[in-house]
C-alpha cells in the first residue's frame, strides 16, 4: 500500500514538474540559453500604437540595420541585438562585455540612449512625436511586444510593451 502510494505520489510530482516545465518553457523558452532569468519584469505601456504596415520582416529589417550601422564602428560590437519569436517580436540586447548591462540602471540607461539616437528618425519627424516618444514607443510602433537586456552572465530585465 506504502509502495502505491509513494509510486503513484511521484508519478503524479512527475506530471507537475513536466507540466510546469512545459508551461515556463512557453512563457520564455530563451531563459538559460541567450540569457538568465530576468530578475525584473515590467510593463511599459506605450504612448504609440502599432503601424498599419509592420510586419515579421520590417522588424528584422529594422535590428538588421541598427546592427549594420553598429558593425560600421571601428570597435568591436558592444552588444549583440536580435530578434526572436515566430513574428520576430522580441527584441534582445545581450551585452558582449564583461561587466556591462548588468544593473536594471544600466539597462534603463541604454535605453534612454536609444531614444536619443531615434528622436532624429524620419518616422518620429512625420508624426511629430520626436520630443515626445521614447525608443519604447518606437518599438510599439514597430509591432515588438518585449525587449529584454541582459549582461550575458547573471543579470536580466525584460519590458512588455503594451
Do not use: C, W
Not at 512563457?27 to 538568465?36: I, K, Q
Not at 532569468?37 to 529594422?62: G, S
Not at 560590437?77 to 517580436?89: H, M, N, R, T, Y
Amino acid at each position: 500500500m506504502i509502495k502505491n502510494v509513494v509510486t503513484g505520489g511521484l508519478a503524479l510530482f512527475a506530471v507537475f514538474v513536466l507540466y510546469a516545465g512545459g508551461a515556463l518553457a512557453k512563457e520564455d523558452r530563451h531563459v538559460g540559453y541567450y540569457y538568465p532569468k530576468p530578475a525584473n519584469i515590467e510593463t511599459y505601456t506605450a504612448r504609440a500604437r502599432v503601424l498599419e504596415d509592420m510586419d515579421r520582416r520590417k522588424r528584422i529589417e529594422f535590428v538588421v540595420t541598427m546592427v549594420n550601422a553598429m558593425l560600421s564602428r571601428p570597435y568591436p560590437l558592444p552588444a549583440s541585438i536580435f530578434v526572436k519569436g515566430d513574428q520576430a517580436e522580441k527584441l534582445i540586447i545581450v551585452s558582449n562585455e564583461e561587466g556591462r548591462l548588468n544593473t536594471i540602471y544600466r539597462a534603463r540607461a541604454l535605453l534612454a540612449t536609444m531614444t536619443s539616437s531615434v528622436r532624429d528618425t524620419e518616422i518620429f519627424k512625420k508624426y511629430s512625436v520626436e520630443s515626445y516618444f521614447t525608443f519604447l514607443d518606437l518599438l510599439k510602433m514597430l509591432g515588438f511586444k518585449k525587449v529584454t537586456v541582459s549582461d550575458g552572465d547573471a543579470f536580466t530585465h525584460q519590458i512588455l510593451i503594451k
